[in-house]
């Protein structure tokens, strides 16, 4: 379905290419395949983020994409200055497009898990918590905001960031919550087994 829907914005964007809708539609695809290891695809994602932001400057969704990517490049990068660099560049720009719009759930998203990635030494568990926490707040409010399925990752990964972040007690908190909200899921799983490793 997802390589369906692409196809179909690639030949909407072969008629409008200057389509900012359809350009950050096309991205999140992309951004999507970059993710999986697809370098055609990071190119592609690249190209489309950079259109945006030539258009539109401010841009939240395509800034935080940008930042995204960013992190894809200092993983892969085997020098350990650009490695830096691309990580501070990528903080840089998720805070930026969280700022722009610090309503827009594509934003708040990406900025919430790459945050998790990213090196300790940018200390962004912080950042991470406050996003995840926001997006269970804007469910809660407006549950057409975000998917269904998204939500036991974003419960998960709080619950890691409030692990790494050394708050045991609120860790097992949330993990507890995946298990009892999102039972027979592979969310669940993972969240029965890092409860057991905190409390071990």
Same mark, same amino acid.
């Given at each position: 379905?997802?390589?369906?829907?692409?196809?179909?914005?690639?030949?909407?964007?072969?008629?409008?290419?200057?389509?900012?809708?359809?350009?950050?539609?096309?991205?999140?695809?992309?951004?999507?395949?970059?993710?999986?290891?697809?370098?055609?695809?990071?190119?592609?994602?690249?190209?489309?983020?950079?259109?945006?932001?030539?258009?539109?400057?401010?841009?939240?969704?395509?800034?935080?994409?940008?930042?995204?990517?960013?992190?894809?490049?200092?993983?892969?990068?085997? %020098?350990?200055? @650009? !490695? $830096?660099?691309? +990580? *501070?560049?990528?903080?840089?720009? =998720?805070?930026?497009?969280? #700022?722009? &719009? /610090?309503?827009?759930?594509?934003?708040?998203?990406?900025?919430?898990?790459?945050?998790?990635?990213?090196? %300790?030494?940018? @200390? !962004? $568990?912080?950042? +991470? *918590?406050?996003?995840?926490?926001? =997006?269970?707040?804007?469910? #809660?409010? &407006? /549950?057409?905001?975000?998917?269904?399925?998204?939500?036991?990752?974003?419960?998960?990964?709080?619950?890691?960031?409030?692990? @790494?972040?050394?708050?045991?007690?609120?860790?097992?908190?949330?993990?507890?919550?995946?298990?009892?909200?999102?039972?027979?899921?592979?969310?669940?799983?993972?969240?029965?087994?890092?409860?057991?490793?905190?409390?071990?």
């Amino acid at each position: 379905m997802d390589d369906e829907r692409l196809k179909a914005v690639e030949e909407k964007l072969a008629l409008d290419p200057n389509n900012i809708g359809f350009l950050t539609e096309a991205s999140h695809h992309y951004h999507r395949l970059a993710m999986e290891g697809d370098s055609l695809a990071f190119e592609k994602a690249e190209n489309a983020v950079r259109k945006i932001l030539g258009l539109d400057s401010r841009n939240a969704e395509a800034l935080s994409i940008l930042g995204s990517l960013l992190v894809i490049k200092a993983r892969s990068s085997s %020098s350990l200055p @650009k !490695r $830096i660099w691309y +990580a *501070i560049s990528a903080a840089r720009k =998720l805070d930026r497009a969280v #700022r722009i &719009d /610090p309503t827009n759930p594509s934003a708040r998203t990406i900025r919430a898990f790459t945050s998790l990635v990213l090196p %300790s030494f940018l @200390k !962004r $568990i912080k950042r +991470a *918590i406050e996003d995840f926490e926001y =997006l269970i707040e804007m469910k #809660r409010k &407006d /549950p057409k905001k975000l998917p269904d399925e998204m939500m036991p990752k974003v419960y998960l990964n709080l619950g890691l960031a409030y692990a @790494k972040s050394g708050n045991r007690k609120r860790a097992i908190e949330v993990l507890n919550s995946v298990v009892s909200l999102f039972p027979n899921t592979r969310e669940c799983t993972r969240a029965k087994n890092l409860i057991a490793r905190l409390e071990g």
